[in-house]
Nanobody
Framework: QVQLVESGGGLVQTGESLRLSCASSGRSFSVFDMGWFRQVPGKEREFVASSSSTGSTSYADSVKGKFTISRDNAKNTVVLQMKSLKPEDTAVYYC????????????WGQGTQVTVSS
């Protein structure tokens, strides 16, 4: 089983930044697609950003230009750098992974809370 652990969440004010990290204990980290999602109670979990096994990235329209996803295969980590945070970014953030051939993400972390106060 692949195990993912997020860290870096916390309470910040509008306009500040946070850096979320996800550490994977799984083997062959480099062959997995990695993603970040977020969820607010009562709402569907939504896509935030992804980094494919080949290094290509994609972002939700709502975070383009202010969130950046990156991965370090040597360290088995994926990072979400968040800047210009706003209250609407408040959510539990999850990292996830999947094999490229899979249509959905197979492994999920426990989540880390991000709260942005106004």
């Amino acid at each position: 089983q692949v195990q993912l652990v997020e860290s870096g969440g916390g309470l910040v004010q509008t306009g500040e930044s946070l850096r979320l990290s996800c550490a994977s204990s799984g083997r062959s980290f480099s062959v997995f697609d990695m993603g970040w999602f977020r969820q607010v109670p009562g709402k569907e979990r939504e896509f935030v950003a992804s980094s494919s096994s080949t290094g290509s990235t994609s972002y939700a329209d709502s975070v383009k230009g202010k969130f950046t996803i990156s991965r370090d295969n040597a360290k088995n980590t994926v990072v979400l750098q968040m800047k210009s945070l706003k209250p609407e970014d408040t959510a539990v953030y999850y990292c996830a992974s999947k094999v490229r051939s899979r249509s959905s993400y197979d492994y999920w972390g426990q989540g880390t809370q991000v709260t942005v106060s106004s």
